[in-house]
């Protein structure tokens, strides 16, 4: 009897709960299958090959830039069709689609396949490629990839302005690790913040193991559906090869311009295709390097000749260079003189403003020491090194110090992205944390003349102290002299005052507007008969943005 008062209530709850479960099911919802019985199948991992396995139905779609693209665009994607059938079909943006037909202006067009690429899963890809060719600067399209049967989804892209217009850009580091769990937050609060960019940079180590099928499809769909709408410039790093030999994905997937050096020998030309080229977008000029070669003499000197050449005629007033061992290296242990003596010192001469890199698994940001202008200020060439991934390392500043740079941001165990804001005046440059914080950033401007400002983004720390520069420390009774400073607004106004260092006292001696850059140069600073012989006085700066201060100048007896 007992067991039949114990079990009683259990056989009543499960016919209450089927009674439930047919009404439910009478009334249109869904049943809730019963709790899993011990007896139960537990779940198992689904394989690779079945997650990554190709199908007639287009996936991997990826917008590639070509050296035109305000009239012209590539799009690669991977089926396991042949390419006898390979078409993509593009059209001016309609308002609808769906019941909605497209225009007669639909066009359709035959793709290139590339051969089999066989997989570590037991298979092969085929990976397809088609340019679309004839279109019109700053408009927007629609496109689909296909064999004519089974198709992609409809997809929007927008080229390229025929003449500078501002635009945003998105900058990685090294994904490489752990790229399905932790990757997507990255990529997905990227393109959150900055919908509307029009180019990815990626510095390459996108993956572990160059030719990985799992791997690659992890990238895939980490940025599920982006690259497909966002031009995509990548570059290699060291594990995008494997044994000497470039990934045997890289070529397929991304056809990138071919107007890279050339190495006077077919076969090494046919195996750095697609890894180092330049891509003008909307007045910049996008410069992708490969630094894998650094230990050839021969290939990298011919790299760094036609760098060369690409810096001195780049017509567009901004450019950015990004490969993947850093010029400055932030992990402890590392160097790159060859990177560093050979396209340095270009990239100085040249004026190039970004320098985007990877490798080194954490965060390191700044300019060269020469440059410095004030606590906030330089006016040289940006370099940063990024980590967008879950593999860290430990940060260190040794490589910067030894060879004349100042490491003016750092950090370690944390996953990045950095948005960039092109104006015609100014490229805006912030770093933010997977989960979107802000960690750092910079504003550069440059004038026509090709003068430039880098100035760190505000803080109340570093908009106060001593900060301004003067030319001379000792002066005569009501005497002059030239004051200088950096890191305003272009046109903000400053009071200009003279300070009694023992008294405290301020005492107003005119007023300065900051230049187009933010500067203010050799402003004369006439001291008041108040600064009496012997005395120390200061020149005082402020303005809504700063309060800064000159080295205490002695009057003369």
Do not use: C
Not at 124 to 133: D, L, N, R
Not at 364 to 369: A, D, E, I, L, N
Request: charged share 20%; glycine share 8%.
């Amino acid at each position: 009897m007992s067991d039949v008062r114990k079990r009683g209530p259990l056989g009543s709850r499960r016919a209450a709960g089927a009674a439930v479960g047919a009404a439910l099911l009478g009334g249109g919802l869904i049943a809730v299958p019963a709790a899993v019985g011990a007896d139960s199948e537990p779940p198992v991992k689904v394989p690779a090959a079945e997650i990554y396995e190709p199908s007639a139905v287009p996936d991997r779609i990826i917008l590639v830039p070509t050296s035109t693209p305000a009239t012209s665009q590539k799009v690669s994607w991977r089926s396991e069709v042949g390419g006898e059938y390979a078409q993509a079909q593009i059209v001016e943006a309609p308002v609808a689609l769906g019941q909605v037909a497209p225009s007669a202006s639909l066009r359709t067009v035959n793709a290139s396949s590339t051969n089999p690429v066989n997989t570590t899963l037991g298979y092969a890809s085929v990976y397809h490629q088609v340019e679309f060719t004839g279109l019109q600067p700053n408009t927007r399209y629609t496109y689909r990839v296909g064999d004519g049967v089974n198709w992609s989804e409809w997809i929007d892209f927008t080229t390229a302005a025929a003449e500078f217009e501002p635009f945003s850009f998105i900058y990685y580091g090294d994904m490489q690790n752990y790229i399905d769990t932790a990757g997507p937050r990255v990529y997905r609060q990227a393109f959150a913040d900055r919908p509307e960019a029009k180019v990815v940079v990626n510095a390459g180590d996108l993956i572990d193991s160059a030719n990985s099928e799992e791997q690659w499809g992890q990238w895939h769909a980490a940025d599920g559906f982006i690259n497909s709408q966002i031009n995509n410039i990548s570059i290699t790093g060291n594990h995008e090869y494997s044994g000497g030999q470039l990934s045997t994905f890289w070529q397929p997937q991304f056809p990138f311009p071919t107007n890279g050096p050339d190495f006077g020998d077919d076969a090494t030309n046919a195996a750095l295709r697609n890894t180092i080229y330049s891509v003008d977008y909307q007045g910049v000029r996008f410069i992708g390097l490969n630094s894998n070669v650094q230990s050839l003499a021969p290939i990298m000197a011919a790299q760094t000749a036609w760098l060369e050449e690409q810096l001195s005629t780049n017509p567009n007033k901004w450019t950015v260079v990004t490969f993947h061992h850093p010029v400055y290296s932030v992990a402890s242990g590392r160097n790159n003189p060859t990177v560093r003596a050979q396209w340095g010192p270009l990239f100085e001469e040249y004026g190039v403003d970004l320098v985007l890199q990877g490798h080194d698994h954490t965060y390191g940001r700044g300019s060269t020491t020469a440059s410095r202008k004030s606590v906030t200020v330089h006016d040289s060439t940006v370099y940063a090194t990024s980590v967008s991934g879950g593999k860290m390392y430990d940060a260190v500043d040794t490589n910067w110090v030894a060879n004349g740079a100042d490491q003016m941001s750092v950090g370690e165990d944390m996953q990045l992205y950095q948005m960039i804001d092109v104006t015609e005046d100014s490229i805006t440059y912030e770093a933010r944390y997977a989960n979107g914080e802000h960690h750092d950033g910079v504003t550069i401007r440059k004038n026509d003349a090709g003068e430039r400002t880098v100035q760190e983004i505000r803080t109340p720390e570093n908009t106060v102290g001593e900060q301004v520069a003067v030319d001379t420390l000792t002066v005569d009774f009501k005497g002059t002299v030239n004051a200088s400073a950096w890191g305003y607004d272009p046109g903000e106004k400053v009071d200009v005052y003279v300070r009694n260092v023992e008294r405290g006292q301020d005492v107003l001696v005119g007023e300065a507007t900051a230049d187009e850059l933010g500067r203010i140069l050799e402003l004369p600073v006439r001291l008041p008969s108040s600064a009496k012989r012997l005395s120390e006085q200061i020149v005082y700066l402020e303005s809504v943005n700063q309060q800064i201060t000159s080295p205490v100048i002695t009057v003369n007896r």
